[in-house]
């Protein structure tokens, strides 16, 4: 069980034109040393809530507990969810339950439910599925942490009103809901009716948050290993904590993707495991390095990266030109998996045609393989930074650990950056215009200013 | 039936600090004229095979015919193709089809079959599907222009290895080829085995040809309108055509993309649907706008934006703190949908607790349009530039439209960046290279280059 990070594509002995200089990296050990002060004053304030991953175990027996009964009274799950409420879980759904999980048999799932995530407020899509479940044999993970969020709070009223009518009594069963433990609409109406209730820590942030109840009850709920996951996150925990630099993966990974936009302009940072099952994390990483990154410094300079998912080897044949040849501002993070499960062997057919008869007596797994090291080398060739983590195998273990490596370098990014990590003010004026269009009685002030924006000016649309 | 770009919010006097001024619009005439010679001396070369959309009709009534034979005999159709081969008619496929089609029922799919695509060749995900699908009731339809591409290569060699074994004699009625009419091994078996095959013409590249044989007959399996498909594309492309910027939507997309990118800096465009049958249309414009634009100019100076897919309201809970406070490097395409098929009520229940009750008696179809007017205004209100493209519907029609808005675009936008958009010359390098670690004999060269490059340098791996 490994997890490594090999960065030597990130250095300009390496990477011609391109890399980050021995000097810059070995300077960065002075601002590392900063960032790592940061988290621990943040740490120490109680601000960091994710990193006490593995002192949830006793909680996990109990989720675990939960889990198990649920698991055998229902068929399908359904989390209404949005943002950090759903993205972990997609994430966990597809790295470690069995492939396209909710179009197999009973069987073929070993009877565990199927996992449905409404992460958007679409009735084109909301309305089919509901129409389609069981009410009888559903449950419903309503998730918000402040108990407001406008999305999931939509879905939650229609969810609740369709299983009070087809349930009549006993539909507080068929709800469970993850929420602040003391604060907020969903708690207070989890108290009044008794609706089973999970709690998100009031030190997790939502981007934070899939090792917490958020991702790991619908994970258990499907039969994921989620000690497993918290092992591996509470592993790396411990290693990203190290006060040397060169020995700190997270502290690696933050300090170069800071250097690499600072000094190099490579702001865009892209995520490209070369694994189907690793496919979703990009979107995960995705919320986790923008939203905690792009802000304005001192409230006014427009800063942070902008991460990229991509998927290998599929992106070959989208991306990868872009990454080769466009403009040199990006840095590209490879993920690469040692061990598969199962491998293909490509037989050896057509033997007279050269642009076939060369693949044959490889395997898949090899052929993806070698195309990521081939990706990876055509890059520096090029000029384009890059490095690899290499994990074991995709299991819960490692999994874990991968998250907590990402999420422990987010924190470090933001003292590096300058910028606060863990909050998300750019988005509450798109709040305040909905309030205000919806008619919420308190966003009269927010309703004065939509209506000064500019309307649609009819010389320019066509 | 109408689709309309609403442009308001990409110029400056509508977004403070951040848009494009009046005059730089004004002399836009000029490089937008001569980007339109180009795309017409490209036409006139035959280049342009994309845009004879509407002469397909012919060929369209021989593919509706075969696609209702096939669609009868297999309950399972799997597309084995990357990039161009696999991006359009996963879009087509979350556009169009019922949502989750493959999670369906027969009778709720009218008994089309389900659509698999296969794009990529990680044995973890595709083993698995292999061992599942009934071969007797299978057709795979082996998607690659050039006849070779590696990884789908291997992909139908271990499939025509198990049809072979399972089914002994008839296995070629598994099989369909869709590849150049001419040249190419697949071609070569095509013949030589009397397999059905369909062209992709030679004047249309893979990012290009979602409405060739490529997209429409994985889109005709499952029922989808491919007429109505191509008549809202050629209804666009003559609207595309116009010499006048202002009256032709491609012209205006791509040029305020390309002003945007180089005068003011915002070389990141995202695309964002509120839809959710449009959330997958993104990785198909990703490839579309990055395979064509990330490019060489003069083969020296890297140029080119770098799209973006984004989905709305989900990522308002991911990206949108970024595009609001992050540097400001990015345009926003919002796609809005007019009318939904079906809307859903959101019930007036929890009226004593003013974070829920205000959403009592609204729709979420309204939920999801104010949400995106609320972003849209809060962006241009923080100096963010962004556009709007409004569908009536999400139907074939629009669709086919959209798709070919952003192909024509495509290649006014190569013309103003000064770049040849149709190759990809850039991916050359890291294919030979993997021909080289998998020993094909014409790959010597590459493998000397290959052994060149830096190896991992264990003071650089954690």
Redesign the interface.
Known sequence: MAI????????A??VPGGGISEAAWDDAETAFAAARRTLEAQRAAGALGFLDVAEGHASLAELRQFADGAGQAFNDIVVLG???S??GTIALRTALA???W???SDD?RDFFP?LHVL????????????D?LELGSTLFIVISKS?????T??QY??V??KLEEALEDGFQRHLVFITDPEK??LR??ARAERIVSLDVPPNVG?RFSVLSPVGLLPAALIGIDVHALVDGAADMARRCERATL????AG?YATLQWLADTQLGC??HVLMP????LRDLG?WF??LW??S????RDGTT???P?P?GA????D???????????????TVTFVAVKE????????R??GD????A???G????E??D??R???A??L???GRPNMTITLDR?DAWHVGGLIMLLEMATIYAGALYGINPLD????E???Q??????????AERARQ??EQ?????P????
């Open positions: 490594h990070l090999d960065y030597t594509n990130m250095l002995a390496n949005i943002g950090g759903a993205l069995a492939p396209r909710n179009e197999l073929a199927r992460d958007n407020v679409d009735p084109t899509t909301i309305a089919p599925l509901l389609r108990g407001s969020t406008a999305e709070m939509a009223l229609i609740r009103a907020g609409a207070a109406i939502g060169a020995e700190n993966p690696v702001g865009i070369y694994s189907d099952p979107d995705v919320q923008a939203e990154l792009g802000k304005l427009p800063t942070g902008t990229m998927l290998g080897a599929t070959q044949h989208s991306k990868v030109q872009l990454f080769m040849e466009g403009p040199r501002n990006k598969l499960p199962r491998d293909l062997e490509i037989p057919l057509h045609i050269p642009e076939l060369y693949l044959g490889h395997h898949l797994g052929l993806l070698i195309e090291r081939a990706t080398g055509a520096a060739r090029r995709v998300q003010p750019g988005v004026l798109g709040k215009f909905t309030y205000a269009m919806l008619g919420r009685a308190d200013e939509w924006l500019p309307k649609p000016d010389r320019r649309v066509i």
